[in-house]
Protein backbone atom coordinates (compact mmCIF):
# COMPACT_ATOMS: atom_id res chain seq x y z
CA UNK A 1 0.00 0.00 0.00
CA UNK A 2 1.08 3.80 -0.46
CA UNK A 3 0.60 6.80 0.83
CA UNK A 4 0.73 8.09 4.38
CA UNK A 5 0.15 5.25 6.96
CA UNK A 6 -3.36 5.53 9.01
CA UNK A 7 -2.33 3.45 11.48
CA UNK A 8 1.08 1.94 13.57
CA UNK A 9 4.19 3.30 15.19
CA UNK A 10 5.12 5.16 11.81
CA UNK A 11 1.74 6.82 11.83
CA UNK A 12 1.91 7.79 15.84
CA UNK A 13 5.36 9.28 14.88
CA UNK A 14 3.92 11.38 12.29
CA UNK A 15 1.07 12.94 14.08
CA UNK A 16 3.84 13.66 16.79
CA UNK A 17 5.70 15.65 14.67
CA UNK A 18 2.38 17.01 12.82
CA UNK A 19 1.63 17.88 16.32
CA UNK A 20 5.17 19.80 17.42
CA UNK A 21 5.03 21.40 13.91
CA UNK A 22 1.84 23.17 14.55
CA UNK A 23 2.56 24.08 18.31
CA UNK A 24 5.95 26.10 17.37
CA UNK A 25 4.85 27.65 14.37
CA UNK A 26 1.68 29.00 16.86
CA UNK A 27 4.04 30.17 19.32
CA UNK A 28 6.34 31.94 16.61
CA UNK A 29 3.38 33.46 15.27
CA UNK A 30 2.44 35.02 18.67
CA UNK A 31 5.95 35.50 19.31
CA UNK A 32 6.23 37.86 16.27
CA UNK A 33 2.78 39.53 17.60
CA UNK A 34 3.85 40.25 20.47
CA UNK A 35 7.44 42.02 19.02
CA UNK A 36 4.95 44.01 16.73
CA UNK A 37 2.90 44.70 19.80
CA UNK A 38 5.88 45.95 22.02
CA UNK A 39 7.67 48.15 19.14
CA UNK A 40 4.19 49.81 17.78
CA UNK A 41 3.84 51.05 21.66
CA UNK A 42 7.44 52.46 21.70
CA UNK A 43 7.12 54.20 18.36
CA UNK A 44 3.48 55.17 18.12
CA UNK A 45 0.41 55.07 20.79
CA UNK A 46 -2.45 55.76 18.03
CA UNK A 47 -1.56 53.00 15.62
CA UNK A 48 -0.80 50.93 18.86
CA UNK A 49 -4.28 50.97 20.22
CA UNK A 50 -5.51 50.38 16.67
CA UNK A 51 -3.51 47.17 16.26
CA UNK A 52 -4.80 45.86 19.84
CA UNK A 53 -8.32 46.81 19.06
CA UNK A 54 -8.13 44.80 15.58
CA UNK A 55 -6.84 41.76 17.44
CA UNK A 56 -9.88 41.85 20.13
CA UNK A 57 -12.70 39.22 19.45
CA UNK A 58 -15.01 39.68 17.00
CA UNK A 59 -17.80 38.53 18.88
CA UNK A 60 -16.67 41.61 21.45
CA UNK A 61 -17.59 43.90 18.57
CA UNK A 62 -20.92 42.62 18.20
CA UNK A 63 -24.01 44.78 19.53
CA UNK A 64 -26.17 41.75 20.41
CA UNK A 65 -23.92 40.52 22.52
CA UNK A 66 -24.59 41.11 26.18
CA UNK A 67 -22.33 40.77 29.17
CA UNK A 68 -23.80 40.54 32.96
CA UNK A 69 -21.44 41.21 35.72
CA UNK A 70 -22.81 41.55 39.44
CA UNK A 71 -26.15 42.28 37.95
CA UNK A 72 -25.61 45.34 35.34
CA UNK A 73 -25.71 44.39 31.87
CA UNK A 74 -22.86 45.93 29.38
CA UNK A 75 -22.30 45.51 25.90
CA UNK A 76 -18.33 45.12 26.48
CA UNK A 77 -15.86 44.54 28.97
CA UNK A 78 -14.87 48.39 28.73
CA UNK A 79 -18.08 49.04 30.02
CA UNK A 80 -17.50 46.53 33.43
CA UNK A 81 -14.36 48.30 33.75
CA UNK A 82 -15.16 51.50 33.90
CA UNK A 83 -18.31 50.47 36.00
Same mark, same amino acid.
Request: charged share 35%.
Given at each position: ?10 ? $???? $? ?15 ? $? ?50
Amino acid at each position: MSGKPTSGPLH $DKLK $DCERIFRRELRAAAELD $DFETTERTSELDLATFWKILNAKKLKATKRSGNVLVFDGQQSQSTDEILQG
